[in-house]
């Protein structure tokens, strides 16, 4: 009975947490698994220098703010701290580290077997992200090519690239924040998909924020209301000072193959290249999920909000906007985690009335 619970959530990052906070004071049992081996989640990896792009204020999970107020941008090592304390805070009911490497459900109970043994719940929330499942496309010649690939999940500092010339590949903020940081010490070309949008400077994570939060209202009012890219360049500091230094001044197309040393486009032009660093996205992780036979064609699991279609019992939390408005954000998953946990709450009370009928 040790490791039976009303709920496991599966992710023990910034959703998790959010999740966490309200499933303390639901009633329920509940566990948290995550894999680290301590608080923090993706920000654990993320490169040394990262910013985030909402003041602290509006960088927070529900029940307390982080400290910086209005007009400060934290730091990825404030953030990791932010949710160590969070955590620390509230108690919450965490084990680490925990692998879940399969989900399955028998006899409408389901079963994890994980690092630590088997798990049962009578649901599951998972909420393992996307940054463990990195995309890189696919590009003929990649395999015979000499010089470094790497993703953008991977890097770290700008400092082993002296010397050596890097393409960055993505017209994002993760693109624009680490070719304004390599640009600093070695030669860089930028390749986007399109050319690249920057946001107004007055507008930051406040603002999109704001307007999913103003989408949400306006679909369940049945309006339309258009949700502005969160791809678009947010102006952090240090892409105005790039941008001051004239770093982004030219970005080219994408190119169509490796050679041993070189990027290659289709009218035959060619670039010396040492370093590719792909700034583009993570896929949802959801291998745990594999054996529910839920994962659709696209990678993604079919939900209404953030309840699975297809399976009862399963939830999903902090995706991106295909569960919930702004999920994937740290003031934005709260709303999220919160409706989350009430219908889990609902879904448990009439499970154990259905059993208490027979």
């Not at 702004?326 to 946990?341: D, E, F, M, W, Y």
């Amino acid at each position: 009975m040790e490791n039976r619970f009303d709920v496991i959530v599966i992710g023990g990052g910034q959703s998790g947490l959010a999740l966490g906070y309200y499933l303390r004071r639901s009633g329920l049992s509940y566990i948290i698994l995550d894999n680290q081996e301590e608080p923090g989640g993706a920000w654990l990896h993320t490169w040394k220098s990262l910013r985030l792009f909402s003041p602290a204020q509006w960088s927070s999970l529900p029940g307390m703010i982080m400290t910086g107020g209005t007009d400060y941008y934290p730091t990825r090592d404030v953030a990791i701290e932010y949710l160590k304390s969070y955590e620390t805070k509230y108690n919450l009911s965490i084990r680490r580290p925990v692998q879940v490497t399969r989900v399955y459900k028998r006899e409408g109970e389901f079963q994890l077997e994980t690092s630590d043994g088997l798990y049962f719940s009578k649901t599951v929330v998972s909420s393992t992200g996307s940054f463990s499942n990195p995309y890189i496309p696919s590009f003929e010649g990649i395999n015979v090519f000499k010089g470094q690939v790497l993703h953008s999940g991977e890097y770290q500092t700008p400092d082993i690239f002296t010397g050596k010339r890097v393409a960055i590949v993505g017209e994002g903020n993760s693109g624009a924040q680490i070719l304004a940081e390599i640009s600093k010490v070695t030669g860089t070309l930028w390749i986007t998909q399109k050319e690249p949008r920057f946001l107004p400077d007055h507008i930051d994570g406040r603002f999109l924020f704001d307007a999913a939060t103003q989408m949400y209202e306006a679909q369940k009012a049945g309006k339309r209301y258009r949700l502005p890219s969160l791809g678009d360049i947010v102006m952090v500091d240090a892409v105005k000072e790039a941008r001051s230094n004239k770093v982004y001044n030219s970005s080219i197309r994408p190119f169509q193959h490796f050679t041993e040393d070189s990027l290659v486009w289709s009218d035959g032009h060619e670039e010396k290249i040492d370093v590719v660093i792909f700034c583009t996205g993570f896929k949802a992780s959801l291998n745990h999920l594999d054996a529910l036979g839920v994962i659709n064609e696209e990678g993604k699991i079919d939900t209404d909000g953030t309840r699975a279609m297809h399976i009862p019992g399963l939830w999903l939390v902090g995706y991106g906007n295909w569960t919930g408005f702004a999920s994937a954000t740290l003031i934005g998953v709260g709303r999220s985690a919160k409706t989350t946990v009430e219908q889990l709450s609902t879904y448990i009370t009439k499970q154990k009335e259905s059993l208490s009928l027979k």
